[in-house]
């Protein structure tokens, strides 16, 4: 998700970026440990793992990076950015390697550049940020390289990689060429729709001396692509020629309806290599993958990206912000491979997805194949009706998942938005989809609830308990799909107490108030908590679904007309109240 939703009045609170604060040297630290795992490992893992100790660095040089830009002002060439390119360019270089030949084993010399980093680290903590392209968008720094290899280069390029995703990025540029390929990764700055560069006058005069091709290097474009722009004006200015300039985004698309006049102009017209996911990676990589963990593929794997894995079109998608998915015939069955990211961000959901197979609650996992876990395909199975299924069945059901959730999956309490901020964007929402009054009214009953909300416990919640969601399969089993992402969903909500999932399961499921504080109870959630989220939760779904294409609109309106009608009711109600649903549904 690139920004919040722009509506006819104004913006739909959607969207989250998270960082954890971390110290240096224990990021260092984790980052060694990962280098000497490597060396035990072969083929795909050992290359998975390559490119997770990449990522990993690249967020450290981002912290140290970020840091200095805060303390300075402007991005400038010091010790500890300069030794962190180093170490980010090595590994960058085995990637390549490993990526063309997956038998490579060589060690990865690290040990100098490691404690030469060390030494000039900073000691006050950092900000660490999960670039959203690994983690959500299927974004792949080796088809970063691929791309630059397929593109004709009068000679090697000064590697502009922007950050954050770009420090990551831009050494996997330059390892297509020589060493020595020059490289910067500097943040573009400012209002979101307008960023620009600051740089340092030794770094600008540096980079314009440049005499060669620029790559310029980031994931976007995105709503406004002011990140590309921002490089782009500072080169234009200088008098660069466009025929020097190659832009490497991760997609082909145009940047967004909020990009200026001159950067859509420029971008029309500009050099382009994109590092498209369906040219360098798709199903042929996927095909490879497989065959080395759940077997040959007795044929190419189906994308079932953007909603086409709806049996029978009637859930509403949001295409543009699905993870991709496909489905592979092997020897030991039908799979599902979808994306769960790279690096830790992957290997977390994975354990969370083994956890909830084995406990019965989803399909059995197949693993993780760099990026893509691998979920077994349920074959004749069915979505949920919660009408027909047997009523206590699924309280009872919902309620041990729910429980087990809360148990085992605990999270930070920086993995999440605080209380504070979820009732801010309800207020928002509810203003931008049923007006002011509404809108005030909200923020009027959360601000009396916040006064005395008792503390939430965190963890990695379902977020997604739509009826869709459920398979019962030919043996009467209820199991639970796409449950290990939204927690960590590019998006405000993330990690929550398990208050959000009650709400949910109420709005969702249809239950009654009945049942809703019949599950509370037994999760030990308090009622001015679950108060709040039955506010937050049909909010943010408003939000969200305001995403959806034209050709969703109907689809979505029946579940956006539920929560519009949530957030009337909560409007409605004094901070005395206890009334929830409409007293048909009370009495049920």
């Known amino acids: ?206 980079l314009l001396s440049h005499a060669g091709p620029y790559a310029i290097v980031d994931e976007g474009p995105g709503l406004s692509g002011s990140s590309f722009g921002a490089v782009g004006d500072l080169l234009e200015d200088a008098g660069v020629s466009p025929e020097r300039i190659v832009y490497l985004p991760s997609h082909d698309g145009a940047p967004g309806p909020m990009a200026s006049g001159r950067h859509r102009r420029r971008w029309d017209l500009a050099r382009r290599s994109a590092a498209d996911f369906d040219r360098w990676i798709g199903p042929s990589r996927l095909a490879s993958w497989c065959a080395k963990t759940l077997g040959a593929p007795s044929g190419p794997p189906v994308d079932l990206s953007g909603g086409r894995w709806r049996a029978d079109g009637a859930a509403p998608v949001l295409p543009m912000l699905e993870r991709r998915k496909f489905r592979v015939e092997t020897p030991t069955g039908a799979w599902l491979l979808k994306f769960a990211g790279l690096g830790e961000e992957g290997e977390a959901k994975a354990e969370r997805a083994r956890a909830l197979a084995a406990d019965g609650f989803c399909p059995e996992t197949g693993g ?124 405000l909500v993330g990690c929550q107490d398990i208050a959000w999932d009650v709400a949910g399961a109420e709005l969702e499921l249809g239950l009654s108030e009945a049942e809703t504080d019949r599950l509370a109870a037994i999760l030990g959630v308090a009622p001015p908590l679950l108060a709040i989220h039955r506010a937050c939760y049909p909010a943010f779904q408003l939000g969200l679904w305001s995403f959806a294409p034209a050709e969703e609109a109907s689809r979505v309106e029946t579940h956006a007309r539920r929560y519009r009608e949530a957030l009337r009711r909560f409007a409605d109600q004094t901070s005395g109240e206890d009334s929830w649903m409409e007293p048909r549904r009370r009495a049920t």
């Open 1 to 206: 998700m690139r920004g919040d939703r722009l509506c006819a009045g104004g913006l739909m609170r959607v969207y989250g970026d998270r960082a954890r604060t971390g110290s240096a040297s224990a990021a260092l630290d984790a980052l060694a440990e990962g280098v000497a795992e490597t060396r035990a490992r072969r083929g795909l893992d050992r290359h998975a793992r390559l490119t997770r100790l990449l990522i990993d660095a690249a967020a450290l040089h981002q912290g140290v990076a970020d840091l200095e830009l805060a303390r300075d002002g402007v991005d400038d060439t010091t010790v500890a950015q300069s030794v962190g390119l180093e170490v980010l360019s090595r590994l960058a270089g085995a990637v390549a390697m490993s990526w063309d030949d997956p038998a490579h084993a060589a060690p990865l010399g690290l040990g100098d550049a490691l404690t030469r980093w060390r030494t000039s680290l900073p000691a006050e903590p950092l900000s660490l940020r999960v670039a959203e392209g690994f983690a959500h968008y299927a974004v792949y720094p080796e088809a970063y390289f691929e791309a630059t290899r397929a593109t004709r280069w009068a000679a090697p390029p000064c590697v502009i990689g922007l950050r954050s995703i770009g420090a990551a990025l831009a050494p996997m540029v330059s390892a297509a060429f020589p060493p020595g390929t020059r490289v910067v990764a500097p943040r573009p700055v400012g209002e979101p729709f307008a960023r620009h560069l600051a740089l340092s006058a030794a770094v600008r005069r540096d």
């Open 368 to 491: 993780l194949l760099h990026g893509f876990l691998a979920a077994r395909w349920i074959a004749d199975a069915r979505p949920l009706d919660p009408e027909c299924w047997g009523r206590a069945r699924l309280m009872d059901h919902l309620a041990r998942y729910l429980a087990f959730r809360a148990d085992r999956f605990p999270a930070r309490v920086e993995e999440g938005a605080g209380l504070e901020a979820l009732a801010e964007m309800a207020a928002i929402n509810a203003g931008e989809a049923l007006g002011h009054a509404v809108g005030q009214a909200v923020a009027r009953r959360l601000r009396a609830l916040l006064a005395d909300a008792p503390a939430s416990r965190p963890v990695h919640v379902d977020a997604r308990l739509h009826g869709w969601e459920w398979l019962v399969t030919p043996d009467g089993r209820l199991l639970k799909t796409d449950a290990v992402d939204h927690s960590r969903g590019h998006d």
